[in-house]
């Protein structure tokens, strides 16, 4: 294989090197040795190389050395400005991924880089017809070598001269500054760590495809339980907090995330105890601390029954909220559109009866006292009954429905009796998932607005909540979020969105409120300053419109199946595969600035994924005894929970 390769290097080299001309540098960078007293030139230059040539160290343009020359550009397999193969040294190793680059000299542009990403790696017999000579040449009865070649798709050509390696040219694997050229690391201003490369050297995202300037918004796919899509979701959220990139802006930049997963995510300020000294290494290449989120408040359903309005959660009892609407706020925002979200609803005839019971209810709705109880006058001007649980409510809506008298009033236009009814039967099954987070009989003057002032980090837990809840939830929050980023005028400070099973509030078929308002953060949320990041199973299965406004995209394992949709056209064939049987942790991400896909890992998480790995939070620092220790006070008294 090393005589074939320094015999194509020789014409490729050693005829471009002439007799007097001292050196002059080959085509693959090596320095030509000036010719001896008798006019010859030594062996390299002639164009016969020596064995262990290949294992010299190449000079690149800055006239600094690039170790660890892997082989040559194949003359077997036709390399182009796009692509090119490397045939191996015996005892080299490259895998997939790896940065390789060549160079060339021209006499117009000078020295050409050539930088890319091995995306195959093959190894054959060379002299092998019949897949029976193998034991043949296993027992030394059949002369053969075995050859290994990887094939490199170009990522970048520098200056931007598009011409082919020429075969015969010294390969090697990319180090320090090649690498950070090849994959466009050192035009990245801002730059934020996603994970590490196979080389075990840090993989970086530019900064300005995420939060507006050139681009924003990430989709990451990827089978449930397997692709630890949330995983690096949070990964990702903290990079940014902490790499440095937001500069003074990083006190203000927001995190608004939405957890459905039990109460895996109510610990992100709690340290990891399960964090050990490597993952800890993983973190200090990155240039991150090992840390957990430093400011994190949780918002909780109420818990259902409980007139207290306690938070509904088990295992986390420090900076938790209830959240919930008074029946005041459901009428008054008109929010009754949320309630009627399912596909079902989609498709149902009664969808603008919707819209005229809700403007009825922002008209006719009168506040009653601090709980947020309502009273609806009729459309006569009488007033109604004191509504303060959402059945309430949902019993007088049905009531003046069902009268013929007040019908007309409530439709705002003659409608058909099966429309109303279905409509009806739709509301009155949304009273059990919808009760506890609407209602008017908690004692009022008391938070209970989901908001992202208190903390960097904002956690909305949905996974007591029925589907129809969570639905309702979602559609709520994201609305008021984007009004008020809208009513700010300004994009800054940032505010990050994480919706995992973004398939469900965004699906590709149909309409709903939802998926209107998440449209409205794919399109115009870059110039408000929302970033989406979003999470689903099957990208294909999710609106067009809103993967196709990401800037960024990540797949993890994906299912065989799902892998072969054209959303995922961005992943070469060898990746696709590659995807199928990808390890948690490893992710495919694809960003404007690289053409091809990236394969990171990103670390273990320093802060606690699940309620068993939390280690109990700083205990406080203790200023001496307390002088009012033992005086009777309001501390005293017991806690509601």
């Known amino acids: 294989m090393i005589e074939k390769a320094d015999a194509v290097a020789g014409a490729a080299e050693g005829a471009t090197a002439s007799v007097g001309a001292p050196g002059r540098a080959s085509a693959d960078g090596l320095a030509a040795a000036p010719a001896d007293a008798s006019g010859q030139l030594p062996a390299e230059a002639s164009g016969q190389v020596p064995a262990d040539a290949i294992r010299r160290v190449p000079v690149n343009g800055n006239g600094a050395a690039s170790a660890d020359a892997i082989g ?125 490369g196979r080389d075990g050297r840090p993989m970086y995202v530019n900064f300005d495809f995420l939060d507006g300037t050139r681009g924003a918004h990430v989709s990451i796919s990827g089978v ?110 008109e929010l009754l559109r949320f309630v009627f979200t399912d596909a079902d609803d989609e498709r149902a005839q009664y969808s603008l009866l919707v819209g005229q019971v809700a403007a009825r209810l922002q008209a006719w709705a009168e506040p009653l006292g601090e709980s947020g109880a309502v009273r609806v006058r009729r459309p006569d001007g009488e007033a109604g009954p004191v509504c303060r649980t959402f059945a309430d409510l949902v019993d007088l809506v049905a009531g003046q429905l069902a009268d013929e008298g007040t019908r007309a009033a409530w439709t705002g236009a003659p409608t058909p009796l099966g429309t109303v009814n279905a409509f009806v039967r739709r509301l009155r099954s949304a009273v059990r998932p919808l009760s506890p987070i609407v209602r008017g009989d908690l004692p009022g003057r008391r938070p209970h607005s989901i908001g992202v002032s208190d903390a960097q980090v904002s956690i909305v837990d949905l996974h007591n909540l029925p589907e129809r809840a969570q639905r309702f939830v979602v559609g709520v929050t994201l609305r008021g979020e984007f009004a008020r980023k809208e009513s700010a005028g300004t994009a800054r400070p940032l505010l990050f969105v994480v919706l995992d099973e973004l398939n469900k509030y965004a699906p590709r078929e149909g309409e709903s409120p939802i998926k209107e308002i998440l449209l409205d953060v794919a399109e115009r949320g870059r110039s408000l300053g929302v970033i989406l990041i979003g999470a689903q199973q099957t990208a294909s299965e999710v609106e067009r419109r809103i993967v196709a406004n990401c800037a960024v995209r990540v797949a993890g394992r994906l299912d065989p199946a799902e892998a072969t949709r054209p959303e995922y056209g961005w992943l070469p064939a060898t990746a696709r595969e590659r995807a199928t049987i990808a390890r948690p942790g490893t992710m495919f991400v694809t960003q404007p600035e690289i053409p091809v896909p990236l394969a990171v890992t990103f670390p273990f998480p320093a802060w606690a994924t699940r309620p068993a790995e939390a280690a109990p939070p700083p205990a406080a620092v203790s200023r001496g005894p307390d002088p009012f220790a033992g005086l009777p006070g309001a501390d005293d008294d017991i806690p509601p929970f």
């Open 224 to 333: 449930s339980g397997v692709a630890t899509k949330t995983s690096f979701a949070t990964f990702l959220v903290y990079s940014i907090f902490n790499s440095g990139v937001l500069g003074a802006e990083a006190a203000n930049t927001k995190a608004l995330i939405f957890s459905v997963k039990g109460e895996d995510l109510l610990f992100l300020d709690h340290a990891n105890t399960r964090l050990d000294a490597a993952a800890r290494a993983r973190y200090d290449l990155l240039g991150l601390p090992a840390t957990p989120f430093g400011s994190v408040h949780v918002f909780a359903p109420p818990r259902p029954g409980d007139p207290n309005g306690v938070p509904n959660v088990q295992a986390r009892t420090q900076a938790v909220s209830a959240y919930y609407w008074t029946l005041a706020e459901f009428c008054a925002e």
């Open 72 to 196: 040559r550009v194949l003359g077997t397999q036709a390399a182009s400005p796009l692509s090119f193969w490397v045939g191996l040294e015996p005892g080299r190793v490259v895998q997939l991924d790896d940065v390789v680059v060549t160079r060339r000299d021209t006499p117009e542009f000078g020295q050409v880089l050539v930088a890319g990403v091995v995306s195959a790696v093959e190894a054959r017999h060379e002299g092998a017809a019949f897949d029976s000579d193998v034991f043949l040449i296993a027992d030394g009865a059949l002369p053969a070598a075995v050859v290994e070649s990887a094939e490199v798709r170009v990522t970048r050509v520098e200056p931007e001269v598009f011409i082919p390696p020429l075969p015969g040219a010294l390969a090697y694997r990319a180090q320090a500054g090649d690498r950070d050229q090849a994959l466009y690391f050192d035009v990245m201003d801002r730059r934020v760590p996603m994970g590490l």
